[in-house]
């Protein structure tokens, strides 16, 4: 065991499948010999060699293209888009071609790539350093989204993605690379080393896709979130004294349908959290389903707690952020309903 | 399907990754890098037709020489007057961004991006054009908003996303925009200007107005799609547009063989595109402004687009949230060929008796002064993280002309939360 950052694990989980298996590969905007803009990949050109972990071209279409290509060759691509508000470029290349190659082919031809990408706002990186494009991939027939919330989830969840066969996107919630968020951002960081979740293995290790992670037990309401909503989640929940259980997806696409309905059967009620825009979300997918799957064990309406249908804004990042005071609010309007 | 082609005893396939010359700490030597002659290269009509001219795009307008004369027949031949205003331009964006990036690591906003060395690539190019040109620039051309005279206040309430910012705090820091002065809004996203601009020209030609387009991008970004498509509707529409390509030589830190440069110039993409390209030293003012103003007239006299390459370096980092000096030596800004633009007009102007050393001085002291002014100034109107600036409201407003019902409930939630969080 070692005690590691998200960025760390990333790193180590990079580090031990390119050590097991030649065909892993990393490529992306100054991941080689600078190692990344966050750092995830430092260290893996002068261990692996350049031609294992290399710099491209600015062109999001051709880093995703060109990882098409090597899956078709039969290797296992882990290309990085630097910002995920960079990615709609490689749109196509996702969505037409990663996505459908395997239907379109007849499983003669497969994409075997983990696309890794930061998101998410919390660093006050303005429009284009801050959004969480997930659902624009859920809705992708063929491609799996996976966003981890720790450090031991990152790297177990980023080794189960670059074994699969099928493509991945692996979205990283840049706001926690260092420690968790109480969605205070007027409180100073706490490093992930003050936290269990930071004991990561330095060997191989993985955490299945398609399984959720109750990190909150609790009776009074089901709580569904991932990423950095995880942790303002549980946050807000000790705040506001409230018996939630807490069920970090982790994720998306395969969802564990099982875990969300159980749960929801068991507390009859159910509060969505994301920080991505609203309209059309993935709360939408997950409300849909808890509505189909659980209507009559349902005691309140199901409620979700997102960002605004707005550009991530600059100056009003905090007023933007799906914080306490918003979650809090749906809290207590869900839980009230218990005793109304 | 085998067959003895597919069983010899071929050679291994290499796979070639492209490495810089210099890492931290080597020392540099640009011996090899060619630098033509300043004044040899002929200045071809602007109706030339682009066949006859493929030449030009691998070598390179220079006007100043080893002691500072202008010479050949790129030199622009201006007056101490326009040259003087170049000069005070480029000291006085120099000026703007020592300050502005010392108040982003004293805490006042969250980012700033510096264009040291490169600002002829901006300034002269803009003088050259006329003033009611669009330009569509990517996010080191704040010299394009000195020459049209936007006050740096303007530009600092931005920096801070104060109460005074014309973005209303929505946009990045230095991501400016003024319809005003034909400066289009900036895109954190890389060269999805460049077909924009090709369409304002487009519309301006199909309009039969008289106002062309400019456009920049970093010789990084001529790897997106956009570019290429740019030079493609370019080409088709012959559209009277100039696509400046800053090769500053790092796209942060990718050398600019990860855009190609290890096998051409950059301009060379405008001979297979049939555009006609010129490669230009990017630290010489008056080249800038010379083929600069070559490439307008041509683009006004429906001659067609014109892709121009300054080759140039970039001095410091890429941004406030980059460290230049984990990847490449620090003897590269201090060995670089072409110096530095402003020490080089600088030098021009003295050498033809209408400046000084102590007049320059003497403009130096004033551009910290007049920063200084401003940012004063600005730092009235709130600084980044002090308040929140803006109503909430204005988060909402802008997405659509109308403001739906969805957002205006989202909208009354946010300002219930302000209530709570920020009471006043």
Redesign the interface.
């Known amino acids: 065991m070692a005690v590691m950052n998200m960025i760390e694990a990333i790193n180590s989980g990079l580090d031990n499948m390119m050590a097991r298996d030649d065909d892993v590969v990393v490529l992306g905007e100054d991941v080689g010999y600078f190692g990344g803009v966050f750092r995830a990949t430092a260290g893996l050109q002068e261990k692996h060699g350049k031609t294992r972990c290399f710099d491209t071209p600015i062109s999001e279409c051709g880093i995703i293209g060109v990882a098409v290509g090597m899956a078709a060759y039969g290797m296992r691509p882990v290309p990085e888009i630097q910002f995920a508000d960079y990615i709609y470029p490689g749109l196509d290349q996702l969505v037409s071609e990663a996505a459908r190659l395997r239907y379109r082919s007849a499983a003669e031809f497969t994409s075997a790539i983990t696309v890794r990408s930061p998101f998410g706002g919390g660093i006050f990186g303005g429009q284009t350093h801050s959004q969480s494009p997930e659902s624009m991939f859920t809705h992708v027939c063929g491609l799996k989204t996976v966003i981890p919330s720790t450090p031991y989830d990152a790297k177990g969840l980023l080794i189960s993605a670059i074994e699969d066969n099928d493509p991945v996107m692996f979205f990283e919630p840049k706001r926690i690379y260092n420690g968790p968020f109480s969605g205070y951002y007027d409180k100073p960081v706490e490093p992930w080393s003050k936290f269990e979740a930071s004991e990561v293995p330095e060997n191989y290790y993985k955490i299945p896709l398609g399984k959720a992670n109750i990190v909150r037990a609790g009776e009074a309401v089901t709580i569904l979130t991932y990423g950095t909503m995880v942790h303002v989640a549980k946050a807000v929940v000790e705040e506001h004294g409230v018996d939630a259980e807490v069920i970090d997806l982790r994720t998306l696409v395969p969802l564990d349908i099982e875990t969300i309905e159980e749960s929801v059967k068991k507390t009859g009620r159910c509060l969505i959290i994301h920080e991505a825009t609203r309209t059309s979300g993935f709360g939408a997918e997950l409300s849909a389903l808890v509505q189909e799957r659980c209507f009559y064990h349902l005691e309140a309406p199901i409620e979700r707690v997102t960002g605004f249908d707005t550009p991530y804004p600059h100056s009003l990042e905090w007023a933007y952020f799906p914080g306490p005071i918003r979650i809090g609010e749906a809290l207590d309007k869900i839980v009230g309903e218990l005793t109304s | 399907m085998a067959d003895e082609n597919s069983k010899t005893n071929l050679p291994p396939l290499s ?1 070639h ?3 810089p010359k210099y ?1 931290p700490g080597d020392p540099v030597d640009y011996s090899d890098v060619d630098i033509p002659k300043a004044g040899d290269l002929s200045r071809p009509d602007v109706n030339s037709d682009p066949a006859t001219m493929r030449d030009m795009v691998y070598d390179m307008v220079r006007v100043l020489d080893d002691d500072y004369t202008a010479v050949g027949p790129w030199d622009p031949k201006l007056s101490d007057d326009t040259l003087l205003k170049m000069l005070k331009t480029m000291a006085q964006v120099r000026a703007f961004d020592d300050r502005l990036h010392r108040m982003q690591r004293q805490g006042k906003t ?2 700033y991006m510096k264009c040291t060395g490169e600002e002829a690539t901006s300034v002269a190019a803009t003088m050259a054009l006329h003033s009611d040109d669009m330009c569509f620039p990517s996010y080191r051309q704040q010299g394009i908003l000195f020459v049209r005279g936007y006050p740096m206040v303007d530009m600092i309430n931005q920096i801070f ?2 109460r005074e ?1 014309k973005l209303k ?5 230095i ?1 400016y925009c003024s319809r005003e002065l034909g400066f289009f809004s900036i ?4 060269a999805t200007q460049y077909p924009q601009a090709v369409g304002w020209a487009m519309a301006s030609a199909a309009k039969g107005d008289t106002r062309i387009a400019a456009t920049w991008c970093g010789e ?2 001529t ?4 570019f290429h498509s740019a030079m493609t509707f370019a080409t088709v529409y012959n559209a009277p547009i100039i696509m400046n390509v800053v090769n500053n030589q790092w ?4 050398f600019s063989g ?3 440069a290890e096998r051409t110039t950059f301009a060379a993409r405008a001979a297979g595109y049939g555009i006609a390209g010129l490669r230009v030293d990017g630290n010489d003012p008056l080249a800038v402004y010379s083929a600069t103003q070559w490439a307008a007239e041509r683009a006004r006299t429906n001659n067609g687009p014109t892709l121009i390459e300054h080759f140039t370096y970039r001095a410091e980092a890429h941004s406030t ?2 460290d230049p000096g ?2 490449r030596s620090a003897q590269e800004r201090e060995e670089w060929p072409l110096g530095d633009p402003i020490t080089r007009l600088k030098r021009h102007l003295i050498h033809r008796g209408v400046w000084s050393k102590d007049q320059h001085e003497a403009l130096d002291k004033e551009c910290i002064e007049a920063v200084k002014v401003a940012t004063k100034e600005a730092e009235k109107n709130g600084i ?1 993280g002090h308040g ?3 109503p ?1 409201e ?3 407003q802008d ?1 659509f002309e109308e403001m739906p019902w ?2 205006k409930e ?1 909208s009354d ?2 300002n219930r ?2 209530e ?2 920020w009471p006043s």
């Open positions: 796979l990754i492209p490495e890492r969250s980012f996303s104060n910012d705090g929505r946009q990045l820091p991501m895109s954190g996203n890389l990084g970004s790897a997106e799609g956009d796209a942060i830190s990718s990860f855009a190609g949230s980059d984990a990847y980044l929140l600036h803006q909430f204005t988060m909402f997405v969805h957002l989202q939630q946010a939360e302000r709570i969080k």
